[in-house]
Every structure is written in structure tokens, then in C-alpha cells.
């Protein structure tokens, strides 16, 4: 019986001695070592879709023949997108003046306008020189810091613009724009600060037409649009991923005037909006209320 126990034994030694062998042998160890890593390369891969943060980024800014093109990567709701804007320059000799606009898709994000005549003579400096716009002047003067993200109502991600308009007399009007993943304007139901419906954007604040009302409804200047404060009435603000903004609804007979303050919010890339208060307008000053 011994020596069948010593028998049994050993048989199972050499079994288990031998499947231990067999294991090393044939076992890819990194198999399991790095699962989690082959688990995050399938994912790369497409397999599953990875969520991206919105943001952006600005790639750079070249000079092309006087002008200027400024790139920008955008992520929005997962997709990569780039967005390009111009910036044109322009001299009128006859008025002594030279200009510098940044354009996308038919708007104006940027805006600059200066004499070079002083009393009355050319600045010769920069009249031979030729314009003293740089790219360090346009990217310090418009970037990222002029871009943000909103959520709408079917949780997606839309662009928000706000453009740079100098000075408030230049007969521009600083706007906030929306676009959306595709980088279309969200614009239905928008009206601008002279009550037109046919526009792209939010005025932010109006350049020459103002409202004398019964009391002081306007916001507080968190895009930088004002450069006279004594003249700074904000139209529009941005809060909990809704944007309130003040609109003229405004009678063909001048009386009757008000001024509405609106909640809009974004959803299926529309606009949708509700009153929470109205404001009697009591004077125009500028364009609509010249006779």
C-alpha cells in the first residue's frame, strides 16, 4: 500500500509540475496585465464614442496680401470644427482714415477705426509706412477671450460669440452671436436695438440710437463693450445657460413705446423666449427718433 500511495504521489507531482509548464508556456501574461489599456485603445478605435469637452483654441493668425486670417479649433458636442475670420484693412485717403474689420460668414466680429490726420495733415509716419495693424495687435485685441459655450434646453452645446467694436461711435453695434455645431447662426426671432427683426445677433449695446425710459433696466458691462462709461447701456446678459435681453417694441406713431425685457433660451438650434417685464419708453435719441 506504501508503495502505491508513493506511487499516486509522485504521478500527481509530475502533473502538476507539468501543467505548470504548459501554463508558462502557452499564457500570455500581458493579456491580463493590460486589459484595461486594450479596453481604452478599443475605445479610441470607435468602438465606443469618447466624450470630448467643448472648447477653443486659437491655432494661429497669418497675414495674407495686407490682410489677416485667424484659425480657430473648435470642440462642440464632441465634433471638431474649425472656424476662420478675416480681418480686412482699409484706408479712405480722402477722410484720412484706415480701418481694420474681422468678418465671418458675412458678420462682424471685430472692429477698428482711426484717423491718421492730425489737425489736418497726414500722419506721414504711418501714411508712407502703411497700416501699423499686426498679428500681436489682432490676437491681443480678439481671441478666445471673445468666444464662450452655452447649453441649450436639449442639452447641446452651442457657440456664443461677442464681438469687439471700437469705438462706440463708429456707427457699429457690438453683437453677441450663436451658432451651433455646424456653426450656423441661431437667429429666428431676434430683433435689434432699432426693433428690426432682420438680424443675426443680440445688440450687446447700440452705437447711436438710445431710449429714455421710466427707469434703468440695463445690464452690467461683463463683455468690455463700453469705452465711455457715461454712455454704456448693455442690452444683454448671460445667465444659468439663459440670455436676457432688452427689446424695442416700438409703434409706427412714436407713442406707445416699450422697451421688453426678454428670457430666451436655446433648443433643437431655435430660439424661444418668454416677457417677465416691460418698460415704457419715454424718448428716442439717434436714428429712430430723428423725424
Keep these: 500500500m506504501k ?3 508513493v506511487i499516486i504521489i509522485v504521478l500527481l507531482s509530475l502533473g502538476v509540475i507539468g501543467y505548470g509548464i ?28 469618447v466624450n470630448k469637452e467643448d472648447s477653443i483654441k486659437l491655432i494661429g493668425t497669418k497675414e495674407v496680401n495686407g490682410s489677416f486670417i485667424q484659425e480657430y479649433e473648435i470642440i462642440i458636442n464632441g465634433i471638431t470644427k474649425r472656424l476662420e475670420i478675416e480681418f480686412l484693412y482699409r484706408d479712405n485717403s480722402d477722410l484720412m482714415l484706415q480701418s481694420l474689420t474681422g468678418e465671418f460668414s458675412g458678420s462682424t466680429l471685430y472692429a477698428y477705426y482711426e484717423y491718421y490726420g492730425l489737425d489736418g495733415e497726414v500722419n506721414e509716419a504711418v501714411y508712407q509706412d502703411g497700416h501699423p495693424y499686426d498679428i500681436n495687435m ?9 468666444f464662450d459655450f452655452i447649453k441649450g434646453e436639449d442639452e447641446k452645446s452651442y457657440l456664443v460669440i461677442h464681438t469687439n467694436i471700437y469705438s462706440d461711435g463708429s456707427g457699429e453695434e457690438d453683437k453677441l452671436y450663436i451658432l451651433n455645431e455646424t456653426l450656423e447662426f441661431v437667429s429666428n426671432d431676434l430683433v435689434d436695438y432699432e426693433g428690426n427683426s432682420d438680424t443675426l445677433g443680440f445688440t ?34 448671460i445667465e444659468d445657460n439663459k440670455i436676457y435681453y432688452l427689446v424695442p417694441v416700438l409703434s409706427d406713431k412714436k407713442t406707445d413705446n416699450v422697451l421688453e425685457e426678454r428670457v430666451y433660451t436655446i433648443s433643437d438650434s431655435k430660439l424661444e423666449y418668454e416677457v417677465i417685464k416691460r418698460y415704457n419708453i419715454i424718448e428716442i435719441k439717434g436714428i429712430m427718433g430723428e423725424e
Design 3 to 5: 508503495k502505491v500511495l
Design 22 to 49: 504548459y501554463y508558462v508556456a502557452t499564457h500570455d501574461f500581458s493579456v491580463n496585465r493590460n486589459s484595461d489599456e486594450k479596453k481604452n485603445v478599443e475605445l479610441n478605435e470607435g468602438m465606443i464614442e
Design 138 to 146: 489682432i490676437n491681443s485685441s480678439f481671441n478666445e477671450e471673445n
Design 204 to 237: 450687446i449695446m447700440s452705437t447711436y440710437t438710445s431710449y429714455t425710459l421710466d427707469e434703468y433696466p440695463w445690464y452690467s458691462d461683463t463683455f468690455n463693450a463700453c469705452s465711455v462709461p457715461a454712455n454704456c447701456y448693455i442690452n444683454v446678459k
